[in-house]
């Protein structure tokens, strides 16, 4: 069941939105406004959120919130990878909530990716997921770690990294808990044995191979909480409808976190999937096709009066 519909994939790192484009944010404020009201009009209980920050910046949700968006908002949510890219140290995962909690106090606030990376060692993973676990498990309403699988080296990494700066761009092919051929690393036995009540956060590329064998080791750990990804880009490829069909059955029995993000090259300000589109409604559009399509109100009553 989806429970909740994130928008956008961290709008504050120019990787996923152009900041020359959108200097201040106000168009993607504007689009972000439009694609809540149209998630809430189709089903209000799906709850609304920010698409996860990184880096972890209380100064851009007050921006926001100076351009409207967070009140049409029920939860913000933050990305950190402190052992990787980020320039600050992981035992400072408590005060990074707390500068956020400040300033959105009466919102939910979400973890929605944290990890470590193998690039350097396993070793080094295996520490990250159990001190990861001890700082974060209780100081936020959901913590999803990313990843379950390593990103296949064949694949080009969705990032503004280039190759020529070396680890930046190589440790985006080491952030699994499993190796891209499904070998399980030392941090699958420390999420295994720290991880209850952790999510897991996997991305899932068009019509992408892995998808059966990620359900049975997410049920192997006994995951519930999972968040993925459905890209407004791909709506366009022939079949697209037939894939997302597979992609959500098989994440049925899960509680998931559906991310809405990447535009259309032929949509956009710019030809590229960070650019702001130039018709913001068109991803609102999306939005609330997919939410009438994987979490259309009227399935979700029974489940939530028998929760109830």
């Not at 880096?55 to 939860?75: A, K």
Request: net charge negative; charged share 25%; aromatic share 12%.
């Amino acid at each position: 069941m989806i429970e909740a519909a994130m928008i956008w994939n961290e709008p504050n790192n120019k990787s996923h939105w152009d900041p020359l484009i959108d200097p201040d944010w106000s168009k993607f404020a504007e689009m972000g406004i439009l694609a809540a009201r149209a998630i809430r009009d189709v089903n209000p209980a799906v709850k609304r959120v920010l698409g996860g920050i990184s880096p972890i910046d209380p100064n851009y949700i007050r921006r926001l919130d100076g351009h409207g968006l967070i009140d049409e908002l029920d939860v913000i949510a933050v990305h950190g990878f402190p052992l990787d890219w980020n320039l600050w140290n992981i035992n400072e995962w408590p005060a990074k909530l707390d500068e956020i909690r400040a300033v959105v106090p009466r919102h939910e606030l979400w973890v929605t990716e944290v990890g470590v990376g193998s690039f350097g060692a396993e070793e080094v993973q295996e520490f990250g997921v159990r001190r990861t676990a001890e700082l974060l498990r209780g100081r936020a309403e959901r913590v999803f770690w990313y990843s379950l699988y390593d990103l296949p080296q064949a694949w080009e990494a969705t990032t503004r990294h280039k190759e020529a700066e070396g680890s930046s761009y190589y440790r985006h092919f080491y952030m699994g808990l499993l190796k891209e051929d499904g070998t399980p690393k030392l941090g699958l036995k420390a999420f295994e044995e720290h991880g209850a009540g952790l999510g897991l956060m996997q991305w899932f590329h068009f019509e992408d191979h892995r998808l059966d064998d990620a359900v049975a080791w997410l049920k192997r750990l006994g995951v519930r909480k999972l968040r993925t990804g459905l890209s407004w880009a791909d709506r366009f490829r022939p079949n697209a409808l037939d894939w997302f069909d597979r992609q959500m059955e098989a994440l049925a029995e899960f509680d998931t976190t559906v991310t809405f993000c990447f535009t259309p090259e032929h949509l956009g300000i710019e030809p590229h999937h960070t650019s702001p589109p130039r018709e913001p409604q068109g991803f609102a559009d999306f939005c609330a096709e997919m939410i009438d399509r994987y979490a259309p109100a009227a399935a979700q009553q029974p489940a939530l009066a028998a929760a109830e």
